[in-house]
């Protein structure tokens, strides 16, 4: 069973900067499209940014694009999301998973997820 690690969140004022880190354990993921998602309170989970299996093709959603990076490592079985220009609005607990639009699903576990706070 794959056990997912996710840190680097924090409190960051608006304009800031932040790197979160998603370490697999268990058994190598870079078979697998990954993921970064976020949920805010009272609101649903929604997804940030996507990277292929082997790096090569990443996506974002639109609230993100041109702020926030996704990249991995999978000799060190990780993805990262670099996020700058920080907001307010994207203040939420980040977890990582699977892509489910490659994958049909969430394949791993859900980890923890790290808190990220925005203040302005």
């Known amino acids: 069973q794959v056990q997912l690690v996710e840190s680097g969140g924090g409190l960051v004022q608006a304009g800031g900067s932040l790197r979160l880190s998603c370490v697999a354990s268990?058994?190598?993921?870079?078979?697998?499209?990954m993921g970064w998602f976020r949920q805010a309170p009272g609101k649903e989970r929604e997804s940030v940014a996507r990277?292929?299996?082997?790096?090569?093709?990443?996506y974002y959603a639109d609230s993100v694009k041109g702020r926030f990076t996704i990249s991995r490592d999978n000799a060190k079985n990780t993805v990262y999301l670099q996020m700058n220009s920080l907001k307010p609005e994207d203040t939420a607990v980040y977890y990582c998973?699977?892509?489910?639009?490659?994958?049909?699903?969430?394949?791993?576990?859900w980890g923890q997820g790290t808190q990220v706070t925005v203040s302005s």
């Open positions: 998973n699977t892509d489910p639009r490659v994958h049909f699903s969430f394949l791993f576990v």
């Open positions: 990277i292929s299996w082997s790096g090569g093709s990443t």
């Open positions: 268990g058994r190598t993921f870079s078979s697998y499209a």
